[in-house]
């Protein structure tokens, strides 16, 4: 059966709408931002940062040694991406 070509996502084309090789909820958050719930790398760096940021958000005021941290935290992720496109270049290339 074929499968979701987005790194770590299991959706396969028998279980629903795919828009070419991509299934719909990761064809959604690569082409709006909307992070949809999923299993695939993209959903598990965003909940990486809402528990950063709910970390931050405790706080009762964000200084500014909070938001270079939430800066710190946002290269992070961008980093982890790029990371797992150079890993994955087969993947990253098709979603080009």
Request: aromatic share 8%; charged share 25%.
């Amino acid at each position: 059966m074929e499968k979701c070509i987005v790194h770590k996502c299991s959706n396969h084309k028998h279980q629903g709408t795919f828009v070419g090789d991509i299934c719909a909820p990761c064809h959604k958050t690569i082409t709006t931002g909307e992070i949809i719930h999923s299993d695939n790398f993209i959903a598990e760096l965003n909940d990486s940062k809402e528990s950063f940021m709910k970390c931050a958000n405790d706080f009762a005021e964000i200084n500014w040694e909070q938001h270079l941290l939430i800066v710190d935290m946002q290269n992070y992720i961008a980093k982890r991406v790029l990371k797992e496109m150079e890993e994955y270049p087969d993947v990253s290339k098709s979603i080009n």
